[in-house]
């Protein structure tokens, strides 16, 4: 956390909705969103919002990527602390942006670096940050059976795992079924899945299995990249198992969440 704020300020919080998110389930938005005003902060969607720039920054078109960029710098900077439902966009702006992207790029440096230092994983934010922590469940949902995946970029850039297990616990009463080699790659990892499709098929399936020998009728986790990777997979193999982004579950699910409908 970059600063404290006056004792009884909600906390202006800059929500960056993600590519896939907008695109393909905007549903993640809209339940992040109203996790965040339960937990007391005040949210705004900067319209200006583009890509952070990962896809570019993985694919080695630096040039673009800092145009991206700077735009997210420049839209969100104002903000107390911006919050991001996937921690592979997480870190491109909390770690790749200061450590790689605009490092010694002049005053791009220090900006870049203070909005590091106030971004964070949704669910990393709830509970690092606000320590949000119900008197009570906000849904009672302990009959549900779910897996957790946990995505490289959440995992090992923003140190994202007992987070939202904690908050499946406290507010949904949910208790996950731990799945064998749960930190290891699930085959999405941006632009991987394209240049080496059988290697990432692999991993799916082998993601896919272990969460299937747990029991869980749900896979959970908190990357869309991930997410729509095994959905994918599931789809082509004829599995029925649904597949649902944690925020979704934790704002108690949501009859509209399939792909495709509607846009932040």
């Known amino acids: 956390m970059e600063q404290k704020l006056d004792a009884g300020r909600k906390p202006k919080v800059g ?19 109203e996790l965040l005003e339960m ?10 919002q583009t890509c952070c720039g990962l896809p570019g920054f993985n694919s080695g078109d630096l040039e673009q990527s800092r145009r991206l960029g700077k735009t997210v710098i420049n839209a969100f900077e104002r903000f107390d602390y911006v919050v ?3 921690g592979s966009c997480a870190g491109m ?6 450590e790689h992207l605009f490092k010694g790029d002049g005053p791009w ?5 203070s909005l590091g230092r106030k971004t964070f994983e949704l669910t990393s934010f709830l509970v690092d940050v606000l320590e949000f922590a119900p008197a009570r469940l906000i849904h009672d949902m302990g009959h549900l059976r779910v897996t957790y995946h946990d995505s490289c970029s959440s995992l090992r850039q923003m140190k994202v795992r007992d987070q939202p297990r904690k908050l499946l616990k406290e507010l949904c009463n949910i208790e996950v079924q731990e799945m064998e080699q749960t930190e290891e790659c699930c085959g999405f990892g941006g632009t991987f899945s394209l240049k080496m499709p059988k ?6 399936d082998n993601k896919i299995d272990n969460a299937l020998a747990t ?8 990357d869309m990249g991930c997410l729509l990777h095994l959905e994918g997979r599931m789809k082509h193999r004829g599995i029925s198992m649904e597949v649902r982004h944690v925020a979704e579950v934790l704002a108690g699910g949501s009859k509209d969440s399939r792909s495709g409908e509607g846009h932040l």
Do not use: K, Q
């Not at 290697?199 to 799916?204: C, P, Q």
């Open 15 to 33: 929500f960056f909705v993600t590519c896939l998110v907008n695109a393909i389930r905007p549903s993640v938005g809209f339940a992040a969103i």
């Open 39 to 48: 937990a007391g902060c005040t949210v705004e969607i900067p319209p200006c």
């Open 84 to 86: 991001i439902p996937s």
């Open 93 to 98: 702006i909390a770690r790749h942006y200061p």
């Open 109 to 113: 440096t220090e900006r870049a670096e």
């Open 199 to 204: 290697l990432s098929s692999r991993l799916a």
């Open 215 to 222: 029991g869980a009728e749900t896979l959970l986790g908190g």
